[in-house]
Structures are given as C-alpha cells and as structure tokens.
C-alpha cells in the first residue's frame, strides 16, 4: 500500500518566522490533498495539487508538487497563533480511489 | 446546502456491542470513505466505495463493516470485533475520479466503556 511520510511529526515556530512540512511517498503521487485540523474536529481544506512542478497559494500559504510527483511541501509564510494545528497531506494513486494520509505534523506557533 | 452530515457525534457504547456511524452526503459524490483518528495520529483508511453496491477494505478494515446501498449513504458499523474501538471517526467524499475536493463530515466520537 502506499504510505506517505510526512516530516517533521513536529513544529514549534515563533510568530513571524517561515516554516515548510513536507510530505513523501516512494510512489507517484495523485490528486495530492492538504488539510489543516485542530484535534477532534473535521478538516479544513487548503489545496489540492495534481500536476508535476503545481504550485498553488492561499494568503501566507504556498503548496507545490515537485515534477516527479513524489513530494509535495506546504510552505507558511510569516506563520500566525492562527496558524496552529495539525497538517495532513492525502493522495490516491494510479487508477485506484483508495486515498491515503500521512501521520501530520502538528504545529505550535508562539506569539 | 450541500455537504456531508455525520451522527452522532458523540457515541458511548459497552464492550461487545456492535454499533453504527450514520454518512450521508447530498454532494452526488460517487467515492466515499472512512477513516479513523487516534490521539496524534493521521487518518488511518477504514474502507471507501467507489460507487454504488461496492466498496473495498482499507488499511485497517478488520473489525468493521459497511455498506453502500445508496449513493448518498456509506454506513459504518464497529462490530465487537474491533478490539480498540475508541476513536474520532471521520466520513469523506469526493466527485470525479482524481478529481475535486474532499470534503469531510464533522466526525463521530467514540467511546467504548
């Protein structure tokens, strides 16, 4: 099955300062999601990236999926206490609607 | 407005019992799948169904069961075979093959006593 590794488990930023999760997976990735969660609650959607060498922004948060389409990283720019939470990338791939996630990254921004 | 309704939210059951998490989408979405969220843990893969009267197991389907008699409905029931059972259960579907957002139901807690 395919696994996706995301790295780091952890963050812990101060405000203002930029920060990059990114996530790998040893097969070609499809239909690569990002999500934001605050623990026991439902997800938030950020972006969703399918090409090769895709980048997407939204206000201080940049995802790309590099040309191969087997890493995708998420990028906060300037991050805020608003910020915080867990982040999770999913993604199928080939011809199957199996979509799987990684274990997230949680992350703690300090005013 | 169109969305994904999951109930209950909160659930309490006893060792032994089966129970059952209500999804119910009017999204028109063909692809639907469960997973569960442990305390710091990701979203693990319960099942998903592509379409109608089929569905597949993920990659932690022991102890679960599901159906998919209608588009807009994925049931999950947590049969007393799960052996740890308590945990956030969350609902998703999505439209086209590859395509389109996810979107997810709120979530039903689990709690076995």
């Known amino acids: 099955s395919q696994e996706l590794e995301q790295s780091p488990q952890s963050l812990i930023v101060q405000e203002g300062k930029n920060l990059t999760i990114n996530c790998t997976s040893s097969k070609t990735l499809y239909g690569l999601y990002w999500y934001k969660q605050k623990y026991g609650e439902g997800l938030i959607f950020l972006m969703m990236l399918q090409k090769g060498g895709e980048e997407k922004s939204h206000e201080k948060i940049t995802a790309k999926l590099d040309e191969k389409k087997q890493q995708s990283s998420l990028h906060i720019t300037a991050s805020q206490p608003s910020h915080a939470g867990i982040y999770l990338c999913?993604?199928?791939?080939?011809?199957?609607?199996?979509?799987?996630f990684g274990k997230g990254t949680k992350l703690t921004v300090n005013p | 407005d169109g969305g994904i309704t999951q109930s209950p939210k909160y659930l309490f059951r006893k060792e032994g019992q089966n129970v059952t998490l209500s999804c119910e989408q009017n999204l028109n979405h063909d692809a639907m799948y469960w997973y569960r969220q442990d305390p710091g843990q990701g979203l693990r893969l319960i099942y998903y169904?592509?379409?109608?009267?089929?569905?597949q197991k993920g990659d932690i389907a022991e102890g679960y069961s599901v159906s998919r008699e209608k588009k807009e409905s994925f049931p999950l029931t947590v049969t007393s075979a799960q052996k740890n059972p308590t945990a956030f259960y969350l609902c998703?579907?999505?439209?086209?093959?590859?395509?389109?957002?996810?979107?997810f139901g709120e979530g039903s807690r689990l709690t076995v006593l």
């Open positions: 999913g993604a199928t791939q080939g011809g199957s609607e199996k979509l799987v």
């Open positions: 998703a579907s999505r439209g086209g093959f590859n395509t389109g957002e996810l979107f």
């Open positions: 169904s592509q379409i109608v009267n089929d569905f």
